[in-house]
């Protein structure tokens, strides 16, 4: 069997000790001779999964007890609605920065619910950076203030939190969560798909906290308010439980690796000798502004459509998979997500000096 180094911008990489530990454990799990996915949601056995995914997840990211940690579905995508239909309970408003497609459309569904206030875009350079935040556009009513925390399709990311004063911040987190630590205290609600730092498709995980529970507009669909995933401990309907099972043990490598810090300066590291890379070549270019580079989402392009092609279909060949880049920026794109390896990176430099000196 032959892994390859896989770049894609999710669903992503999973640590390989987590694969093998749940090939071993998919006939029998811990002596109940069933699969994970064959268990009842409500049986002890189960129960103790969830809640050691929660207590870990709690641990690594230091939360604070007043915050929930709902497994819900749906995506990020559903957050979108499911925060204005919760938050959007005083005023009807909500301010927004757009800094990417993802940023863009958790504003234009909120439109649905409220009347939503743009504080900045990146859109006139392509989302190729953060914008200055201006403070006097912020509005002080605001139910709510929403940022992407890092832009996975332009790899960029927020580096300084906006001061929002008593206005809840709420962030979509769904390609950096985990990637180093965060002060969950300064935030209203995060919310991440599972699928690029945390596990498989179909678990969302968000992180409330509790004073925002509890207010929802009048129409929002049951399996929409947060209230009712909160008083039943993420279990009102059936969760995504084999995600829910792989998350924990993504956070038990975590845990193992040294935690947050430690994953934070592996995640450096790689991004750094990647970054040092593109600075440095005469054929290769980043397409973001310095100071707001992702840890995570590495674009860059040759400037020639063709050579970006040919880079991109021989970095196949040689089991760099999943390097074209979205097609709103063109080019080339690597995600790097915590489960890529150091090698990995190491491995795609060589092969892009390598492409360098040939072509
Ligand atoms: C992938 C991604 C999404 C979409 O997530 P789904 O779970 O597919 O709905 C939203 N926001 C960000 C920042 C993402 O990276």
Known sequence: MSRVYNFSAGPSVLPESVLKQAASEMLDYNGSGQSVMEMSHRSKVYEEIINQCEASLREVMNIPDNYKVLFLQGGASSQFAMIPLNLMNKNKKADFVITGQWAKKAYQEAQKFG?????????????????????????????????????????????????????????????????????????????????????????????????????????????????????????????????????????????????????????????????????????????????????????????????????????????????KGHRSVGGMRASIYNAMPVEGVQALVDFMKEFEANN
């Open 115 to 323: 009347a939503c206030n743009v504080v900045a875009s990146s859109a006139d350079k392509t989302f190729s950076y953060i914008p200055q935040l201006d403070e006097s556009k912020f509005d002080k009513d605001a139910d709510y203030f929403h940022i992407c925390m890092n832009n996975t399709i332009y790899g960029t990311r927020f580096t300084k939190l906006p001061n929002t004063g008593n206005v809840p911040l709420v962030a979509d987190v769904s390609s950096c969560v985990l990637s180093e630590p965060i002060d969950v205290s300064k935030f209203g609600i995060l919310y991440a798909g599972a699928q690029k730092n945390m596990g498989p498709a179909g678990l969302t995980v968000v992180i409330i906290r509790e004073d925002l529970i509890g207010n929802a507009q009048e129409i929002t669909p049951t399996m929409f308010n947060y209230q009712t995933h909160s008083d039943n401990g993420s279990m009102y309907n059936t969760p995504p439980t084999y995600a829910i099972y792989i998350c924990k043990l993504v956070l038990d490598w975590i845990k193992d690796l040294g935690g947050l810090e430690k994953m934070k300066e592996i995640n450096e590291k790689k991004a750094n000798l990647l970054y040092d890379f593109l600075d440095n070549s005469k054929m290769f270019k980043g397409t973001v502004v310095k100071e707001d580079r992702s840890l995570m989402n590495i674009p860059f392009i040759t400037g020639n459509e063709e050579l970006d092609k040919k880079f991109v279909k021989e970095a196949t060949a040689k089991g760099f998979v999943n390097l």
